[in-house]
C-alpha cells in the first residue's frame, strides 16, 4: 500500500492507495488541522497495521516545522520507513514544467496540475485548488504546465476585510448568498469576494481558452456555484496527483 499525504497551510489530507488502483479509488482517507496530529496519528498506525505501508510520499507547502512533525509520527506508526518528499521537477508524469525555475513552483500546484493532465487528457485544462490560497493554473493538452495564478483564499479575503476595515464583520463563508445585490454588509461582502474567486478563474479560463475547468479544495463548494462556465469538482486534487505520478513510476 501506498500512503499519499497533501500537508497544506492549514490542513493535512491523506490517502491510502493499493498499487495499480484507479485515480482516487482510496482504500481510506481523511483530514485534520496542523493541530490535530495525535487524530493523523492513529489513522496512520491504523492504516499500517491492518493493510500494510510500504511508500510514503508527501507534499508539504508548509514548512519544515510540520515535516519534523510529519516524520515523527510517521516513525512512530511505521518505523524506519522513510517518507519521499514531492518535489516539483522539470517534468514528471507525462506533465513538462513551464515554470521560469521549475523547483520554485510550489510542490502542491505541480501535483494539482499533473492530476489536471491525467482526468483531462488532451485538453486544455484549467486546475484550481482553493484552499488557504486559491491557486489557478494552466495546463495545455500535452502536459505542458504553463503557469497560472494565486490570490488569497475565500476566507482570507473574508478575514482580511474584517481585520481591516473599521466596523466589518467577520463572516462566515458558507453563507446563503440572496439573488441580485446585497442589501446587507455580511451578504455584500461574501457576495464581493466569491465574485472576485469566481472571475478569477472565468479570466483563466477564457485566456487559456479551456477545455476543462477541474476546481477542488475545501471552499470549492462555495466558489464553483458562481462559475459561468463548465466545471468538475474534483476532491484531493493533490493527493489524486501524487497517486498520477506514483501509477507513471510503476
Given at each position: 500500500?501506498?500512503?499519499?499525504?497533501?500537508?497544506?497551510?492549514t490542513?493535512?489530507?491523506?490517502?491510502?492507495?493499493?498499487?495499480?488502483?484507479?485515480l482516487?479509488?482510496?482504500?481510506?482517507?481523511?483530514?485534520?488541522?496542523?493541530a490535530?496530529?495525535?487524530?493523523?496519528?492513529?489513522?496512520?498506525?491504523?492504516?499500517?497495521?491492518?493493510?500494510?505501508?510500504?511508500?510514503?510520499?508527501?507534499?508539504n507547502?508548509?514548512?519544515?516545522?510540520?515535516?519534523?512533525?510529519?516524520?515523527?509520527?510517521?516513525?512512530?506508526?511505521?518505523g524506519?520507513?522513510?517518507?519521499?518528499?514531492?518535489?516539483?521537477?522539470?517534468?514528471?508524469?507525462?506533465?513538462?514544467?513551464?515554470?521560469r525555475?521549475?523547483?520554485?513552483?510550489?510542490?502542491?500546484?505541480?501535483?494539482?496540475?499533473?492530476?489536471?493532465?491525467?482526468?483531462?487528457?488532451?485538453?486544455?485544462?484549467?486546475?484550481?485548488?482553493?484552499?488557504?490560497?486559491?491557486?489557478?493554473?494552466?495546463?495545455?493538452?500535452?502536459?505542458?504546465?504553463?503557469?497560472?495564478?494565486?490570490?488569497?483564499g475565500?476566507?482570507?479575503?473574508?478575514?482580511?476585510?474584517?481585520?481591516?476595515?473599521?466596523?466589518?464583520?467577520?463572516?462566515?463563508?458558507?453563507?446563503?448568498?440572496?439573488?441580485?445585490?446585497?442589501?446587507?454588509?455580511?451578504?455584500?461582502?461574501?457576495?464581493?469576494?466569491?465574485?472576485?474567486?469566481?472571475?478569477?478563474?472565468?479570466?483563466?479560463?477564457?485566456?487559456?481558452?479551456?477545455?476543462?475547468c477541474?476546481?477542488?479544495?475545501?471552499?470549492a463548494?462555495?466558489?464553483?456555484?458562481?462559475?459561468?462556465?463548465?466545471?468538475?469538482?474534483?476532491?484531493?486534487?493533490?493527493?489524486?496527483?501524487?497517486?498520477?505520478?506514483?501509477?507513471?513510476?510503476?
Amino acid at each position: 500500500m501506498i500512503l499519499l499525504i497533501d500537508a497544506g497551510n492549514t490542513r493535512v489530507k491523506w490517502a491510502l492507495a493499493a498499487p495499480g488502483a484507479q485515480l482516487g479509488d482510496w482504500i481510506a482517507h481523511g483530514a485534520a488541522t496542523h493541530a490535530d496530529m495525535p487524530q493523523l496519528e492513529l489513522a496512520w498506525c491504523e492504516a499500517a497495521a491492518t493493510h500494510g505501508i510500504q511508500r510514503i510520499l508527501i507534499a508539504n507547502v508548509a514548512g519544515n516545522a510540520l515535516r519534523v512533525q510529519l516524520e515523527y509520527v510517521l516513525q512512530r506508526c511505521m518505523g524506519q520507513l522513510t517518507p519521499e518528499w514531492f518535489a516539483s521537477l522539470p517534468a514528471l508524469a507525462g506533465v513538462t514544467n513551464g515554470y521560469r525555475n521549475p523547483s520554485q513552483l510550489g510542490c502542491d500546484r505541480f501535483a494539482a496540475a499533473i492530476a489536471g493532465h491525467a482526468l483531462a487528457p488532451e485538453q486544455r485544462v484549467i486546475v484550481v485548488n482553493c484552499g488557504t490560497a486559491t491557486t489557478i493554473d494552466a495546463v495545455t493538452p500535452d502536459g505542458v504546465f504553463l503557469g497560472g495564478m494565486i490570490l488569497p483564499g475565500l476566507g482570507l479575503m473574508a478575514s482580511s476585510l474584517a481585520r481591516n476595515t473599521a466596523q466589518l464583520p467577520q463572516i462566515a463563508q458558507d453563507g446563503n448568498l440572496p439573488d441580485g445585490f446585497a442589501d446587507n454588509t455580511d451578504d455584500a461582502i461574501l457576495s464581493g469576494i466569491l465574485a472576485a474567486q469566481s472571475g478569477a478563474v472565468e479570466h483563466a479560463c477564457a485566456a487559456h481558452r479551456a477545455e476543462a475547468c477541474i476546481i477542488s479544495g475545501g471552499a470549492a463548494p462555495y466558489i464553483a456555484p458562481m462559475l459561468k462556465v463548465p466545471y468538475r469538482i474534483v476532491e484531493n486534487v493533490v493527493l489524486i496527483g501524487l497517486h498520477a505520478a506514483v501509477a507513471n513510476a510503476e
